[in-house]
């Protein structure tokens, strides 16, 4: 699962971005209070060879549009959008342009950490007040910004709507690439979720006050492995006439799907951005319309259904059919034109009288992919000339190598006839075709097999008519888990050059289609599988569109893929996985508790974890819970407790979890788990014997547990982390322990390596010191030893989830010294103290405990409670893990 989201995925097929004049980015001059209030960001002007000198006094008389990177994103990313735009606006002589800003954000860590989120947010309130100051007193001055936002900056941008002070119409279009709008890709602490709830409730609740500011959210596909792309859809409350959610894999002229990067520079992607900013542009007041349906029409134009046509906002309903052109009238059913330097244009016309009652819709497909009209329907014509006519072609659809249009003659009952035009051609090559057919005989029905077939059953189907167009209704693919392969073999009667077949994936409740081109006869594979599931409102069925040749046949053969359904299982529920670890290394500390309490000896961690990390503990709890959830009374009583909504209940209302989910991440955890003991474990004896023939050190000894040196430690880690980094104390402390368990792990090897001497000599006379060391003492050293590899287990994934904050730390510490806010601060105190006593503590001191029991009974509600409430809040699993160490502590103590 995990190979097929990183490494299967469609090759890339975007182009390249290059500048044609060396790209510049012109520092802007920033008010004193905001660039000391903002030490870390700035804001920059993109510009390019004579523009960019043109530019330098800032005298600006563009459009200004605003471009947010991301995570760890730079502010130059912003040349790919800023490159093509100058040439654009070179190809119009300058009569509209764009300037480019773009924000540095000092390439923040802000998917990992959200403590500067609110920060960056209202950063860019202030840049887009001091753009608008540049523009100031200019005969086309704007009254807004555009905003272009890549990643998490994507959400910032939408989080500006949030501030008190900022006025909506400082934005009236924003466009997010790759921008996980849900929910937060890790959750790994609690600004980040607050920072998501506060965005999406707004959005939410403010829906009809933002009616006036368009927004488009490309997504990646599903090469984008970092942000899948069912997060990249806006929240469904917020889906109204002017929020538009695509996948790049079903962008017209793009047709490609962008890994997270590429989406900034993917040329065909980025062609399409630059021509909806052209084309939103209104000619009198030379800035982008006011107008929310053109700028959604724009839109809908470039992102969804592209007709072959350049843009017009009010194409005009009646054309002239003018020039001395031959009139062929066209009776049979299917028809097929090939011209190749024909100086001579022709209209072909198509009576609908004789067709209506045998047929339901009319098919035709032209591969001129120019931009000219070349289909149109004459209103009740008794001639077959028609010298006024509707243009159909605004109805077409483009396609990689062809343009289509269906028209169904019921919703066209005035049109007497259907004209086909074919310009003069020289030297060029290209085939028009047109079919009458009934829907019935076009539509085919192939149900989908069970997840649980594993591929070993197929459905199959065979397509022997002559017809230019199928579609295949998949029947029940509607959930996320379901993937499948579909294999199409095509066989042609002539060996004749023939136009490729086009094959569609079209999901009906989403813009997430996927295209392949084949040459054909071929045999083409493709996988199938949803970014988003099928709303419980929504009955259409996903199908499979086959653009064929006349004179072949296809064969479609489905597969359920495991791999794939793995895959989809990683991609959706990936970033729990580190609470499935913990729970599981959680329960093995249990057992291993529970163990000292019972026999006194302390069990083999592998030995334990297969003992006692058993799905059945804690996974039927759990969905009795989402279950109950459902009934009104159990929630209202749930919410009277003040307990949070369980996290697989979220995730169910959102159509993205399964009860299988839950059991193949606890055995997937459970192998992590496993092989990290295994890891930590062979590490500390390699470490420790290395140590041991550099170093002969005296024989174990007891120490007292709390010392005036080990109680300075623990204030001066504490003053570290409260002045300082949380996470920077956490990790000193690891190391401390993990310095402090190799040497444990040394003296226990020296010992045991002294009592096995001491038996093989033992009919030798040894010295008393030899033979003095007992064996209840290695076995107490053995058993400390146990236990303190599962804390140190336990501890570096308490270590991992905070890293961020301290990588975050160490970026910005030139800026400041203390984190602020520091998401891990209390935890940090807290953890440190615990630390520096149980690194000392031995199983003796522990065993005669009172406490002992308790503290072998609470990790098992504790990884229940995790697993409810840390899938999608992996800011809360250290939090569990050090009240479970907190007990252990007050063990050694009471």
């Given at each position: 699962?995990?190979?097929?989201?990183?490494?299967?995925?469609?090759?890339?097929?975007?182009?390249?971005?290059?500048?044609?004049?060396?790209?510049?980015?012109?520092?802007?001059?920033?008010?004193?209070?905001?660039?000391?209030?903002?030490?870390?960001?700035?804001?920059?002007?993109?510009?390019?060879?004579?523009?960019?000198?043109?530019?330098?006094?800032?005298?600006?008389?563009?459009?200004?549009?605003?471009?947010?990177?991301?995570?760890?994103?730079?502010y130059?990313?912003?040349?790919?959008?800023?490159?093509?735009?100058?040439?654009?606006?070179?190809?119009?002589?300058?009569?509209?342009?764009?300037?480019?800003?773009?924000?540095?954000?000092?390439?923040?860590?802000?998917?990992?950490?959200?403590?500067?989120?609110?920060?960056?947010?209202?950063?860019?309130?202030?840049?887009?007040?001091?753009?608008?100051?540049?523009?100031?007193?200019?005969?086309?001055?704007?009254?807004?910004?555009?905003?272009?936002?890549?990643?998490?900056?994507?959400?910032?941008?939408?989080?500006?709507?949030?501030?008190?002070?900022?006025?909506?119409?400082?934005?009236?279009?924003?466009?997010?690439?790759?921008?996980?709008?849900?929910?937060?890709?890790?959750?790994?602490?609690?600004?980040?979720?607050?920072?998501?709830?506060?965005?999406?409730?707004?959005?939410?609740?403010?829906?009809?006050?933002?009616?006036?500011?368009?927004?488009?959210?490309?997504?990646?596909?599903?090469?984008?492995?970092?942000?899948?792309s069912?997060?990249?859809?806006?929240?469904?409350?917020?889906?109204?006439?002017?929020?538009?959610?695509?996948?790049?894999?079903?962008?017209?002229?793009?047709?490609?799907?962008?890994?997270?990067?590429?989406?900034?520079?993917?040329?065909?992607?980025?062609?399409?951005?630059?021509?909806?900013?052209?084309?939103?542009?209104?000619?009198?007041?030379?800035?982008?319309?006011?107008?929310?349906?053109?700028?959604m029409?724009?839109?809908?134009?470039?992102?969804?259904?592209h007709?072959?046509?350049?843009?017009?906002?009010?194409?005009?309903?009646?054309?002239?059919?003018?020039?001395?052109?031959?009139?062929?009238?066209?009776?049979?059913?299917?028809?097929?034109?090939?011209?190749?330097?024909?100086?001579?244009?022709?209209?072909?016309?198509?009576?609908?009288?004789?067709?209506?009652?045998s047929?339901?819709?009319?098919?035709?497909?032209?591969?001129?992919?120019?931009t000219?009209?070349?289909?149109?329907?004459?209103?009740?014509?008794?001639?077959?000339?028609?010298?006024?006519?509707?243009?159909?072609?605004?109805?077409?659809?483009?396609?990689?190598?062809?343009?289509?249009?269906?028209?169904?003659?019921?919703?066209?009952?005035?049109?007497?006839?259907?004209?086909?035009?074919?310009?003069?051609?020289?030297?060029?090559?290209?085939?028009?075709?047109?079919?009458?057919?009934?829907?019935?005989?076009?539509?085919?029905?192939?149900?989908?097999?069970?997840?649980?077939?594993?591929?070993?059953?197929?459905?199959?189907?065979?397509?022997?008519?002559?017809?230019?167009l199928?579609?295949?209704?998949?029947?029940?693919?509607?959930?996320?888990?379901?993937?499948?392969?579909?294999?199409?073999?095509?066989?042609?009667?002539?060996?004749?050059?023939?136009?490729?077949?086009?094959?569609?994936?079209?999901?009906?409740?989403?813009?997430?289609d996927?295209?392949?081109?084949?040459?054909?006869?071929?045999?083409?594979?493709?996988?199938?599988?949803?970014?988003?599931?099928?709303?419980?409102?929504?009955?259409?069925?996903?199908?499979?569109?086959?653009?064929?040749?006349?004179?072949?046949?296809?064969?479609?053969?489905?597969?359920?893929?495991?791999?794939?359904?793995?895959?989809?299982?990683?991609?959706?529920?990936?970033?729990?996985?580190?609470?499935?670890?913990?729970?599981?290394?959680?329960?093995?500390?249990?057992?291993?508790?529970?163990?000292?309490?019972?026999?006194?000896?302390?069990?083999?961690?592998?030995?334990?974890?297969?003992?006692?990390?058993?799905?059945?503990?804690?996974?039927?709890?759990?969905?009795?819970?989402?279950?109950?959830?459902?009934?009104?009374?159990?929630?209202?009583?749930?919410?009277?407790?003040?307990?949070?909504?369980?996290?697989?209940?979220?995730?169910?209302?959102?159509?993205?979890?399964?009860?299988?989910?839950?059991?193949?991440?606890?055995?997937?955890g459970?192998?992590?788990?496993?092989?990290?003991?295994?890891?930590?474990?062979?590490?500390?004896?390699?470490f420790?014997?290395l140590w041991?023939?550099?170093?002969?050190?005296?024989?174990?000894?007891?120490?007292?547990?709390?010392?005036?040196?080990?109680l300075?430690?623990?204030?001066?880690?504490?003053?570290?982390?409260?002045?300082?980094?949380?996470?920077?104390?956490?990790?000193?402390?690891?190391?401390?322990?993990?310095?402090?368990?190799?040497?444990?792990?040394k003296?226990?090897?020296?010992?045991?390596?002294?009592?096995?001497?001491?038996?093989?000599?033992?009919?030798?006379?040894?010295s008393?010191a030899?033979?003095?060391?007992?064996n209840?003492t290695?076995?107490?050293?053995?058993?400390?030893?146990?236990?303190?590899?599962?804390?140190?287990n336990?501890?570096?994934?308490i270590?991992?989830?905070?890293?961020?904050?301290?990588?975050?730390?160490?970026?910005?510490?030139?800026?400041?010294?203390?984190?602020?806010?520091?998401?891990?601060?209390?935890?940090?105190?807290?953890?440190?103290?615990?630390?520096?006593?149980?690194?000392?503590?031995?199983?003796?001191?522990?065993?005669?405990?009172?406490?002992?029991?308790?503290?072998?009974?609470?990790?098992?509600?504790?990884?229940?409670?995790?697993?409810?409430?840390?899938?999608?809040?992996?800011?809360?699993?250290?939090?569990?893990?050090?009240?479970?160490?907190?007990?252990?502590?007050?063990?050694?103590?009471?």
């Open positions: 699962g995990v190979r097929d989201v990183l490494f299967i995925y469609e090759e890339n097929r975007c182009s390249m971005t290059y500048m044609y004049e060396y790209p510049e980015y012109l520092k802007i001059k920033l008010p004193k209070k905001t660039a000391r209030r903002y030490p870390a960001y700035e804001l920059y002007l993109y510009g390019e060879g004579n523009y960019a000198k043109e530019n330098k006094n800032l005298l600006l008389t563009g459009i200004p549009v605003l471009f947010l990177p991301g995570n760890a994103g730079s130059k990313q912003v040349r790919s959008l800023g490159s093509i735009a100058l040439r654009k606006a070179e190809d119009v002589d300058f009569k509209y342009h764009f300037n480019f800003f773009s924000v540095n954000f000092n390439e923040e860590l802000v998917a990992l950490y959200g403590g500067s989120l609110q920060r960056q947010t209202k950063f860019v309130h202030e840049c887009i007040k001091v753009i608008l100051k540049l523009y100031k007193d200019r005969e086309f001055a704007p009254s807004s910004v555009a905003i272009v936002g890549h990643s998490m900056g994507g959400l910032v941008a939408r989080a500006l709507l949030t501030l008190k002070n900022f006025k909506p119409e400082l934005i009236n279009l924003l466009i997010t690439q790759a921008t996980p709008h849900v929910a937060p890709v890790m959750p790994l602490d609690r600004y980040l979720t607050d920072f998501y709830t506060a965005v999406n409730n707004h959005w939410i609740l403010k829906a009809q006050e933002l009616r006036n500011l368009t927004t488009l959210s490309v997504a990646g596909g599903f090469r984008d492995y970092q942000v899948r069912g997060l990249a859809f806006l929240p469904r409350s917020s889906q109204h006439g002017s929020a538009l959610s695509v996948v790049s894999s079903a962008v017209p002229r793009a047709w490609a799907s962008t890994d997270h990067l590429s989406i900034v520079w993917c040329k065909e992607l980025i062609l399409a951005t630059i021509r909806a900013f052209f084309d939103l542009i209104d000619e009198n007041t030379r800035q982008i319309t006011e107008d929310p349906k053109k700028r029409s724009v839109l809908n134009h470039h992102f969804v259904r007709p072959a046509k350049i843009f017009e906002e009010n194409p005009e309903a009646f054309t002239e059919l003018t020039g001395t052109f031959t009139w062929i009238t066209v009776k049979a059913s299917k028809w097929t034109y090939s011209v190749y330097n024909d100086s001579d244009g022709k209209y072909f016309t198509f009576p609908l009288a004789s067709h209506r009652k047929y339901s819709h009319v098919y035709c497909e032209s591969t001129l992919l120019d000219s009209s070349w289909i149109y329907g004459c209103m009740n014509s008794n001639s077959p000339m028609c010298l006024e006519a509707t243009d159909l072609s605004w109805k077409a659809e483009l396609l990689p190598t062809t343009k289509v249009i269906m028209l169904k003659l019921q919703d066209h009952p005035s049109l007497s006839h259907i004209v086909v035009h074919v310009p003069p051609t020289v030297g060029n090559k290209y085939t028009l075709e047109c079919e009458f057919f009934k829907e019935d005989s076009r539509t085919v029905q192939l149900p989908v097999t069970h997840l649980f077939s594993f591929g070993l059953s197929s459905s199959k189907i065979l397509l022997n008519s002559t017809g230019l199928y579609n295949v209704q998949l029947q029940h693919f509607n959930r996320i888990y379901q993937a499948f392969k579909i294999y199409i073999e095509s066989h042609c009667q002539s060996l004749k050059e023939r136009k490729p077949s086009v094959y569609r994936l079209h999901i009906p409740w989403s813009h997430e996927s295209i392949i081109v084949e040459r054909i006869p071929s045999s083409t594979e493709i996988s199938a599988k949803l970014h988003i599931a099928q709303p419980q409102n929504d009955s259409r069925v996903p199908e499979l569109n086959i653009y064929s040749s006349s004179d072949c046949h296809y064969e479609v053969i489905l597969k359920t893929s495991l791999l794939q359904v793995l895959g989809q299982i990683m991609r959706f529920h990936a970033g729990a996985l580190p609470a499935y670890i913990v729970s599981n290394i959680l329960l093995t500390y249990g057992g291993q508790l529970s163990t000292l309490v019972s026999t006194g000896q302390c069990s083999d961690f592998s030995l334990e974890l297969v003992r006692t990390a058993k799905p059945y503990k804690v996974e039927p709890l759990i969905s009795i819970v989402v279950f109950l959830q459902g009934f009104i009374w159990f929630r209202e009583i749930w919410e009277s407790l003040s307990l949070p909504e369980v996290d697989a209940a979220v995730l169910s209302s959102r159509d993205a979890w399964f009860p299988l989910v839950s059991l193949i991440l606890f055995l997937f459970t192998g992590i788990a496993y092989w990290s003991g295994v890891f930590f474990s062979t590490s500390l004896r390699l420790s014997s041991l023939a550099l170093m002969r050190p005296p024989v174990l000894q007891k120490d007292k547990l709390i010392t005036p040196r080990r300075c430690g623990a204030l001066s880690l504490a003053l570290v982390s409260w002045t300082t980094c949380g996470a920077l104390a956490v990790v000193i402390v690891y190391l401390q322990y993990l310095f402090k368990g190799s040497g444990r792990s003296e226990t090897l020296q010992n045991s390596r002294m009592h096995t001497v001491k038996n093989q000599s033992s009919v030798d006379s040894i008393e030899t033979q003095s060391l007992s209840s290695i076995a107490e050293a053995v058993n400390s030893l146990k236990m303190h590899v599962t804390i140190l336990l501890f570096t994934w270590v991992l989830l905070n890293l961020p904050s301290l990588i975050y730390w160490l970026k910005n510490l030139r800026y400041s010294v203390k984190l602020d806010p520091d998401p891990c601060r209390f935890t940090a105190i807290i953890i440190t103290c615990i630390l520096e006593i149980l690194m000392n503590s031995s199983t003796s001191e522990v065993q005669s405990s009172k406490l002992l029991k308790i503290a072998a009974k609470v990790p098992l509600p504790l990884s229940v409670a995790m697993l409810a409430f840390g899938r999608m809040h992996l800011y809360k699993v250290p939090d569990f893990v050090t009240f479970s160490l907190l007990l252990h502590m007050l063990c050694c103590i009471v």
